[in-house]
């Protein structure tokens, strides 16, 4: 085919283009993605005995907050990593600086707990299964994320898919403080933020792989 | 660009046209051996262009999007024919060169005057745009001939480092 007749063909056809389409796109993949997370919690883990209580405490807002505010970073940088000639520099900066912050927060209050009782507050009763199940919590979301991101235009596929991953992992955390009943920060600091991690590393490994066009 | 995302497919026709001269000078510099080839990506770097327009923010310079799609299908080609070595950085200066009319230098050059001093400003656009000599320009902004000589060096040097900014 001659180039001309292409352009001809791509012109004949123009339709109007909205504007935000990458951020259409993966705010429709956290409504897929969080909703089968809840329905994988409520089926198989179960949602916590406590929850009307705990609602109405601090404690599960802040840690509600710190999951929800890692999306939101890494929603950012998935759509920035979206399009072409555009860098997401500033997106991992705040991702960062988010962790560093809760992190800090998380060891002050480890801190002035006395020696007996700190290791319980990083084990708890689940962390062998914490940063698991968010993983599998936030694998579908992952997966779903990095096929939508397919039709965008990546240009730097395992950020990309780390970014799609991790904002995955973020939301299904979120999602985690439903039936995970562990209050000390130091805990969500540690085996939360790895299952966000584990997440983005997943995404980078599918993006390897599904983003190119 | 903006009038072609509009749907206005006139507009979308020059704008893809402008392009394709552009793909075909990146391209066939780095596939000297291989013209079809090269021709192949630039259609496939337009047709990248087309279908993944919705990517394009409407507030960054087209160039730098497109020279980043070029970029991608020129490193997918090598991946593909598995040639490995670095593309160095710099050959974004290629594709912003290559002397084709610009499909949006006007609006990013009207964007960066936007950052200059008025005065400077009106100098630049009575010497550059509106043909005016050095001296006659100078004389109505009120600056002497050879000062007026300093301040347009100085604001087109400013110039060109606020584009290659909003390029980078």
């Known amino acids: 085919m001659q180039t001309d007749d292409l352009i001809d063909a791509l012109s004949a056809d123009v339709a109007v283009v909205r504007r935000g389409e990458p951020q259409r796109r993966l705010a429709s993949t956290a409504i897929a993605g969080g909703l089968i997370a809840f329905i994988l919690v409520a089926a198989w883990l179960g949602l916590r005995s406590d929850l009307a209580e705990a609602i109405g405490g601090a404690v599960f807002w802040i840690k509600a907050g710190y999951t929800l505010a890692l999306a939101a970073a890494f929603f950012h940088a998935g759509e920035r990593l979206s399009r072409p000639g555009v860098a997401a520099g500033r997106a991992w900066t705040l991702a960062v600086a988010i962790v560093a912050v809760f992190a800090g927060l998380g060891l002050m209050q480890w801190g002035a707990m006395p020696a007996a009782r700190k290791l319980a507050a990083i084990q708890g009763v689940s962390w062998r299964v914490c940063t698991r199940n968010i993983l599998v919590l936030g694998a579908p979301m992952t997966l779903i994320c990095v096929m939508s991101m397919r039709g965008l235009a990546p240009t730097r596929p395992m950020a990309a898919g780390f970014a799609a991953g991790a904002f995955s992992g973020a939301v299904a955390a979120s999602i985690y403080g439903l039936h995970c009943p562990e209050a000390p920060f130091i805990f969500t600091a540690i085996w939360y933020t790895l299952g966000v991690g584990a997440c983005g590393a997943l995404g980078a490994v599918l993006g390897r792989w599904l983003l190119r066009w | ?168």
């Open chain 2, 1 to 168: 660009m903006l009038r072609g995302l509009d749907g206005d497919a006139q507009a979308h026709r020059q704008c893809l046209t402008l392009l394709r001269d552009r793909l075909r000078a990146y391209f066939g510099r780095r596939l000297t051996e291989n013209p079809e080839d090269a021709e192949d990506l630039v259609q496939e770097a337009l047709l990248a262009v087309h279908a993944r327009r919705a990517t394009y923010d409407r507030n960054l310079p087209v160039t730098a999007w497109a020279y980043a799609i070029a970029r991608y299908k020129l490193i997918d080609y090598w991946r593909r024919r598995k040639v490995r070595f670095a593309l160095p950085l710099d050959d974004v200066a290629d594709f912003l060169a290559s002397r084709t009319p610009a499909l949006d230098d006007g609006l990013d050059l009207t964007r960066a005057l936007q950052t200059l001093h008025p005065r400077q400003r009106a100098l630049v656009e009575d010497v550059k745009i509106g043909g005016l000599s050095l001296a006659e320009a100078g004389a109505r902004r009120g600056y002497s001939e050879g000062a007026a000589k300093v301040a347009l060096h100085r604001a087109l040097k400013l110039l060109s480092t606020r584009m290659s900014d909003a390029d980078g």
